[in-house]
């Protein structure tokens, strides 16, 4: 697969048309594209695997955006409006070109997601025609499973090894290396063929044979309903497996957590506390207040009627205490207690009668000594208020004090657990038990089913073998027993090559991505590709499985995509030479990647910008001007056939424009225009 | 894997029959690879049979 050209029409962050030429020299492989960040670098990446497979990588956001912001802002309510990729590419001697569109009527502001078209045509000798299942022959010339290893984000290459891919890897090497069509022989066309010429075996044939073919029909729809359980096993172990792996993570997030959600838990049970304390503080105040806040208005007043009444008593002027009812019956009776009548208007009775009028103010002069004693009481009432005020204002500061400092404690903890699914750590603990309960009973039942189809086999093989040797009578019988022996060898046959053809690949693979890894790597380290195609690093000194860094992950990566496309490319040049008809797969396939050196520091990425353009036969790279200095720059330069700066119009005006210098000459790299979008400008001698 | 054998030495133990339908196979899936399902391949082949094994 060599890339040829990419067109992008309205696509995303590119307005209008935007052409990429790729075609490049033997001798220098690279065509390099310079942007700034949020240029389109990833847009770009993408736009190859949109184009082939119709889908977007994960870290590109709002994915249903695919028009360019400013089209579709452009396009009236009612009007068409679309974007396309279209990339044209020559494999095995044939021109492609893949064309992947959206086109919709603009009825909203926002865009919402469309279902592109794709639309393949093949080119030989001038005629071109249409390739009806295009998907599927895209799928074959580079298959989707091996996109990651193609197409690819130096930043998230160390995610490649990561997760359940093995399989998905070990497939699309298997259809790169042309094992694939071994495996469809031997799973589907083979029996097939073999079990369609046993039924051939007429009526008025041999009934021996009649009688087995029956027998391994039985057998084989027995496999059939065995193999289906088995796959719904397989899935849905891999599905508890994955549940388990959550709970795990969950699991290990809240141990780190356990401690502070403990201390949180605390703090939340003594902030409760202090908050009904507060209230119950309040209370009391208001209660006070309510009750006796009269006593804050009668300070002074007390004491003025006190000091009045006992300048009173002092001067005698409250008078002594005579009982008023008992005058009244000495004026009633006429006579005075010393025996004087008390005629009216007599000296004696007006005498008495002014008597009586002193005697109504000793009830008086009792309310003053009562008064005296309850002023007296007031006061004590006034100071008992005031401190026990006092008492619940300092409470109420108190507990206010202590709210505020667990706030704070709790919001340092809050920071601290941001991030943690934070779930009850015996549920999940329960949750982890439960799936694993299940994903091992799954297990044993896959076993166990793999066993019945391991059985069936032998019953099948049984039968086959006695279909080979029955002794058969009549001629067509014999013809048909001849052929079915033939196809059954070649059945064997192939599962024998398919076996040794695997491991070859397996051990040719290991071997390239031991010289590549070898030769980027400084540190002790051996990566070692296992018979399940799984990638591991070995650190040999030690003699275990090395922990691998960030940057060590992405070195393995570019190992394993360098080691591909070495063998493909091998395997390819060797079928072109040979005249074997067993020599399948290989090819010549490009590498696309946005920046390579993703986190490494400096050395390794000198390593790597030599080292790349010796990977395949031909290498995009996107680089930002941070990632294409010095030494990088030269290598990565002198293997360039084609540079391209992806210019970046930007409608802020506060932003600086700027330029990228490139063997010495400024191209202009950020610049203001009327709308945001990129442009590719090719970079010229 | 443990296997020892290549691929010369199971292609020499075939019958000559064997060997040219192991080729015809080869190529026939490797021109049926890009469809999924292809309806005339098992035909293909034991029309193939059929010619080696009259």
């Not at chain 1, 990833?42 to 184009?51: G, H, Q, V």
């Not at chain 1, 018979?531 to 940057?551: P, Q, W, Y």
Request: aromatic share 6%; net charge negative; hydrophobic share 40%.
């Amino acid at each position: 697969m060599k890339l040829l050209k990419l067109t992008l029409e309205n696509f995303r962050v590119f307005y209008g048309t935007q052409k990429l030429d790729l075609e490049v020299s033997e001798d220098k492989p690279a065509v390099l594209i310079f942007g700034m960040n949020g240029a389109g670098k990833t847009t770009l990446l993408n736009a190859f695997t949109w184009a082939l497979y119709g889908t977007f990588s994960d870290d590109v956001e709002r994915q249903e955006r695919v028009i360019n912001d400013h089209a579709w802002a452009q396009t009236p309510f009612g009007g068409l409006v679309s974007a396309s990729v279209k990339l044209e590419f020559e494999h095995e001697g044939l021109n492609f070109t893949v064309h992947r569109a959206v086109t919709t009527t603009k009825n909203a502001d926002e865009q919402s997601a469309l279902t592109p078209k794709l639309t393949v045509t093949q080119s030989e000798r001038g005629a071109s025609t249409t390739v009806q299942n295009g998907q599927d022959r895209i799928q074959k010339i580079l298959p989707e499973g091996l996109r990651q290893f193609f197409f690819f984000n130096g930043e998230r290459m160390e995610r490649m090894f990561t997760g359940d891919r093995t399989d998905e890897v070990q497939q699309a090497i298997k259809t790169l290396m042309g094992l694939e069509e071994i495996e469809r022989a031997i799973g589907t066309h083979l029996p097939a063929a073999s079990r369609k010429l046993s039924r051939q075996v007429g009526s008025n044939g041999d009934g021996r044979l009649q009688a087995l073919t029956a027998e391994q029909d039985r057998l084989e729809q027995q496999k059939i309903d065995v193999h289906k359980e088995l796959l719904q096993l397989s899935e849905n172990a891999a599905g508890y497996e994955r549940e388990v792996e959550a709970a795990n993570r969950a699991l290990l997030a809240n141990g780190k957590a356990a401690p502070l959600q403990r201390q949180r838990a605390k703090l939340k049970f003594r902030l409760d506390e202090l908050v009904a304390k507060r209230i119950e503080r309040q209370e009391r105040k208001r209660d006070l207040l309510a009750k006796n806040s009269f006593l804050a208005f009668t300070g002074g007043i007390d004491s003025t009627v006190l000091d009045l009444a006992e300048g009173m008593r002092k001067r005698r002027e409250l008078p002594a205490g005579i009982q008023r009812d008992y005058i009244d019956g000495l004026l009633e009776d006429g006579q005075c207690m010393c025996g004087r009548d008390l005629p009216e208007g007599s000296e004696a009775r007006i005498a008495l009668e002014e008597r009586r009028y002193n005697a109504g103010l000793a009830d008086v002069e009792s309310r003053w000594m009562y008064l005296r004693g309850k002023t007296a009481d007031l006061t004590l009432a006034r100071a008992d208020l005031l401190a026990k005020l006092r008492e619940c204002v300092a409470d109420i500061e108190d507990i206010e004090a202590s709210i505020k400092q667990i706030d704070a404690e709790m919001s340092d903890i809050a920071r601290e657990l941001e991030g943690v699914d934070v779930m009850d750590v015996q549920r999940l603990e329960e949750r982890r038990k439960e799936f694993d309960r299940k994903r091992l009973d799954a297990l044993q039942q896959h076993r166990e089913a793999q066993s019945q189809l391991t059985e069936l086999d032998e019953q099948i093989e049984k039968v086959r073998r006695q279909f080979h040797s029955a002794r058969v009578q009549d001629e067509e019988s014999k013809r048909i027993q001849r052929q079915v022996l033939l196809v059954d060898e070649v059945l064997d046959a192939f599962q024998r090559i398919l076996a040794v053809k695997t491991e070859e690949v397996r051990q040719q693979l290991d071997a390239k991505v031991k010289s590549v890894f070898g030769r980027i790597c400084i540190r002790p380290f051996t990566p070692s590709l296992t018979t399940s195609f799984a990638l591991e690093l070995v650190n040999h000194s030690a003699g275990v499985a090395a922990a691998r860094s960030t940057g060590e992950n992405q070195i393995l990566g570019l190992s394993f995509v360098g080691a591909v496309s070495e063998l493909t490319k091998e395997t390819y040049d060797r079928k072109q030479k040979a005249t074997d008809a067993v020599l399948g797969g290989g090819g010549v396939y490009p590498v696309v990647m946005d920046a390579p050196f993703g986190n490494l520091d400096v050395a390794y990425q000198n390593d790597i910008a030599e080292s790349l353009p010796k990977l395949t036969s031909q290498i995009i790279t996107l680089l930002s001007k941070s990632q294409s200095r010095g030494m990088v720059l030269e290598h990565l330069g002198q293997a360039a056939s084609r540079m391209y700066v992806l210019r970046s119009y930007t409608t802020n005006s506060d932003a600086d424009e700027d330029s990228i210098t490139i063997h010495g000459r400024e191209f202009p790299y950020v610049s203001h225009g009327e709308f945001n979008h990129t442009v590719l400008e090719e970079v010229t001698a | 894997m443990g296997t020892t054998e290549s691929l010369k030495d199971i292609m020499d133990g075939l019958s000559p029959e064997a060997r040219k339908l192991v080729a015809k196979v080869w190529q026939l899936e490797r021109e049926h690879l890009h469809v999924k399902n292809p309806t005339l391949l098992t035909d293909e082949i034991v029309r193939a049979a059929k010619e080696l094994a009259k």
